[in-house]
Nanobody
Framework: QLVEIGGGSVQAGGSLILSCGVSGYFYANCLAWFRQAPGKEREEVATISNDGQTTVAASVKGRFTISQDSGKNTLFLQMNNLKPEDTAVYYC???????????????WGQGAQVTVSS
């Protein structure tokens, strides 16, 4: 089970952090953050594999960071220098395997709204 905490509204240039509580055996699997803006397709934002390897989408590179706590019970997405185009519902997700390889993602969080105003 994945439970998201965080989100909210911020002005452009501001920062937010999203958290995702990971329970069950999913803590050892590939975990990811996705986002979906109104009228747009869901977009993969960042991934972290069981061995710690991370990927970040080009649209957020240098601004967003994915990480886990030492016990791998919580997944984080640190978002800096936010832009209006980052406005979306953000979801955490768990893959069926330990290394990230594009899915399929089998468990999803409930989603958290992030709104960035100009």
């Amino acid at each position: 089970q994945l439970v998201e905490i965080g989100g909210g509204s911020v002005q452009a240039g501001g920062s937010l952090i999203l958290s995702c509580g990971v329970s069950g055996y999913f803590y050892a699997n590939c975990l990811a953050w996705f986002r979906q803006a109104p009228g747009k397709e869901r977009e993969e934002v960042a991934t972290i594999s069981n061995d710690g390897q991370t990927t970040v989408a080009a649209s957020v590179k240098g601004r967003f960071t994915i990480s886990q706590d030492s016990g791998k019970n919580t997944l984080f997405l640190q978002m800096n220098n936010l832009k209006p185009e980052d406005t979306a519902v953000y979801y955490c997700a768990a893959d069926s395997e330990r290394q990230c390889h594009g899915g399929p993602y089998i468990v999803w969080g409930q989603g958290a709204q992030v709104t960035v105003s100009s």
